[in-house]
Every structure is written in C-alpha cells, then in structure tokens.
C-alpha cells in the first residue's frame, strides 16, 4: 500500500520537494520496485519498520533498516532495484528537486543507520534529525538542495516551536497518533499532510491527545526553477527531459550501465525466487 502526501491531485508539487509517499508492504506479498531508472534529482528513503533492500548498476547495494536513511543523488543517471523484505515494512521516500547545476552529476549516495543518526530531546518532544538542525544539534547528512527532514515523536501535553528559515517551502505528515499545528492549534490525525506558509520562521505543535504524536517535518529552499517531469526523470527543460529518455533508452550519457545490467533482488523478485 502506499499513501501519497504530495506530489497528487491537491497537492502537487511545492518548490523543491516533487514528491512523498509513505509505503507499507512485503515482497512476500508482491511489494517491490524492480528495475527502474531516475535522473536530475534526489531520493530520501527513510524506514520506519521492516527492512528494504537496494542494489543498484553500478554495484552497489545494501539493506534500509528502522531508523536508517539513504539519500540517493540520481544526478546524470542511476538504475537500481528496491525491494521491500519478506516481512512487512514501512518506510517513506522523498524526491527532492536538484537545481540546474547539479542535475548532472556523478550519482552517489549517503547512508545513515539507526545508531548513526541525530537525536534531541526536550520536554517531552524528541526529534531524529536526519537532515538540518533543531534543538541546538545538527545532521551529519549533506544536502545539495537545503533542506530539513525532522522526524518528531511528542508526548502527550507537550508542545515545541521549531525554526524554519524563512522563504522556505515545509510541510508536515503525520505518521501516529494526532498533532495541532499551528496558533489556531488544528488537530490533525495521522496520514495527512499540513502545508505550511512562506512568511514565517517557525512551525509550533503540540498533543492534545492521550497517545503519543509522531510525524516529520520536512522543509527546504525553492530552487525557483522550472520544472518537466516525466516519470523518473526530472529536468527544466522539454528538450533536456527528451535528452533523459532517449540517453535512458540508448544506453549513454550516465545509463550506460544499464545496456546489459539486471539486478539480483531484482530478477529474483519477478521470478519468485528472492526468499527461496
């Protein structure tokens, strides 16, 4: 199953963020993404429970457990297989946008694990900061595009005001439980997704409710550029995102990898072998 925050019908894309989903299965139960191509931005793949696996065309691989994160810069052109584990898991992944500059670079990754990431704590809120700063600590992670991906759990009566700097495109989704947002305090249930505006500094919250709250807030600055997406490929221009398809389908200019390359968990995946 998966659940589209932005990047749909009513919410579309919001400056640099293209899209977020939240997704909950197994490849037992013919959950995965197979073989499959990307350029000109990043992928976020943050993992909330089970286990999913990766492996990409130029020989990497590895597995995304609870509470680790993987940032993948696509750049020029990266194919690569994601499949979920045999149990069910649950994990969410975020396409950020890359600026002009930077949508053709070497692709390469950052990979973070549950005891490697950030943690804050205060007055009952505690936050895992896997991009940017809050509570006077910062993220070992590097970002292209600047940007904060905090993932918050807060206790029952408590509340917390985070910075944002301002201009910045955030936005919430909630994961567990309820939060209020905002001066009006407007409780929202989990899955859903509050877009915040430009003109402030800061996003304040609280639990109003019995059960503890938990959601990320995910913010970033606007590239300000404009944007051609076709499926996995995400350019400015129409003549740059025909120049994607055709070097994906003819095997050059960042995909030649790909002319003779499948993956393991892959193929295995489509043949039902993988947990055989």
Not at 61 to 67: C, P
Request: aromatic content about 10%.
């Amino acid at each position: 199953m998966v659940r589209r925050s932005i990047g749909r019908p009513g919410i579309g894309q919001i400056d640099p963020f293209l899209m977020l989903d939240e997704f909950t299965g197994s490849s037992a139960e013919g959950a995965g993404f197979p073989d499959h191509p990307h350029r000109g931005f990043k992928t976020v793949s943050y993992g909330i429970e089970g286990e999913k696996h990766h492996e990409d065309f130029l020989g990497n691989s590895g597995v995304i457990k609870a509470g680790g994160v993987q940032l993948m810069t696509a750049g020029r052109g990266i194919i690569h297989s994601e499949i979920p584990g045999k149990e069910v898991a649950t994990g969410l992944q975020l396409w950020v946008n890359l600026k002009s500059q930077y949508k053709m670079v070497e692709p390469n990754y950052q990979e973070l694990n549950k005891s490697q990431m950030t943690i804050a704590k205060t007055d009952g809120v505690e936050v895992v900061i896997v991009a940017g700063e809050s509570m006077g600590k910062k993220s070992e992670i590097r970002t292209l595009t600047p940007s904060y991906y905090l993932d918050f759990k807060v206790a029952p009566g408590a509340t917390h005001k985070q910075s944002i700097p301002k201009g910045w495109t955030a936005f919430c989704y909630t994961l567990k439980g309820s939060v209020s947002f905002g001066r009006n305090l407007k409780n929202v249930p989990a899955h859903h997704t509050v877009v915040f505006e430009k003109d402030g500094d800061e996003v304040e919250f609280s639990n109003n409710g019995n059960e503890e709250g938990r959601f990320v807030l995910i913010a970033g600055e606007p590239t300000g550029e404009p944007v051609e997406q076709y499926g996995p490929f995400v350019m400015n221009t129409k003549e740059e995102l025909e120049e994607a398809i055709d070097d994906y389908r003819n095997h050059k200019n960042g995909f030649e990898n790909g002319k003779n390359w499948k993956s393991v968990i892959g193929t295995k995946f489509l043949n039902g072998t993988l947990w055989k």
